[in-house]
DNA sequence: GACTCGATGTCGAGT
DNA sequence: ACTCGACGTCGAGTC
């Protein structure tokens, strides 16, 4: 990796016409050749970049450099002043361990789908339909099978994807009449309303003290 | 904008839980607190980061860097070994000048609404109605009224969308029959065919033409 | 402040 | 290679 500190300017040329004016930046060059041009503050979004496979071409005489890559966008960096130019060998990183998302919630509540409540039972994960997979079936002590949609964070588009499952699902007379839950960590106020008025019922999950096999994680409104 | 380089291990919690093991890395503290942890490839987002606003506050002894946001969320981040630890003072950007996005199609086409056709006039833009916005509504030479809807790059949601506001508008028997024209710099050939089976029209807009005025800018299929 | 919508989105999985 | 969907989406504009 090699970390420029320089006042240029970008101009970018591709899926858009971007220009950055002349000031100081940290210009990252990557390992696989992608660029990355970023300012003191902002977010962690660069100000503009290149993404891999990409090739950097410099002219030292005129201090610019030419980013471009196969589809046929430029990068092109004008170089005023260099400050700093540094570089290091990082390698190959091991890469990020994620943990709480989704699939684990949905792992989580098959295991223990008899927490939504005495004599549940799971009929399968990822039950297949025509317009894509439900992420739980069960059936609960009435023998009432129940669609159950899983979100980390529940808002409206989770809530419209439960419904049509559900329509779709009330379809089958073997399946009708079915049940819609709609289970998340947050379920965000619009959501809710909105679930209740499809005649859904929601469900907010504490994840912890679901990893932590409770019973009573779940509670019902 | 201070920059070390240094083997470090990372844990994030917070939305999710996600974990580095120890590896070299890239880590950029800017001006505004945010940290970033980047390694010497994948892409432009760090393999994880901290966004402003926040804290971090550095324990010497342990080499334990802790982030933390008024939302609760923690990085920790574990120093074995610091390599380089420089820092820079670079100002505040003038940022970044778009140019070339939807709005600006948008702007451009209502400019020159005349080159859509002989005796176009454009009734207005960003059309309200229930389900939202349509870009342009105009009138073509025979006086009927033709709903536009303008993408960069124009894919089947587009279409979709277009479809739903004609045929709303299509109910107004003031405005009946309405036209739709999908108009995109880059239309993708699902799109076209969609939009033809629907009864739309495409059209495909050259940028860089239309902002030189030129009458002979759109090409209609 | 909350909500909506676009993005050079990016990223990953499935086909 | 392409499509589809989720994202710690981010970020800008609006209400």
Known sequence: MRLVIATCSVDYSGRLTAHLPMAPRLLMVKADGSVLIHADGGSYKPLNWMSPPCKLTEDVDTGVWSVTNKAGEELRITIDQVHSDTAYELGIDPGLIK????AHLQELLAEHVHTFGDGWTLVRREYPTAIGPVDLLCRDADGRHVAVEIKRRGEIDGVEQLTRYVELLNRDPLLAPVR????????????????????????????????GMESDVLRLF
Request: glycine share 8%; proline share 3%; hydrophobic share 45%.
């Open 180 to 211: 819609g839950i709609f289970a998340a960590q947050l379920i965000k106020p619009q959501a809710k309303v909105l679930a209740t008025d499809r005649g859904l019922e929601c469900l907010t999950v504490d994840y912890d003290a679901l990893r």
């Open 99 to 102: 943990d709480g998302v989704e």
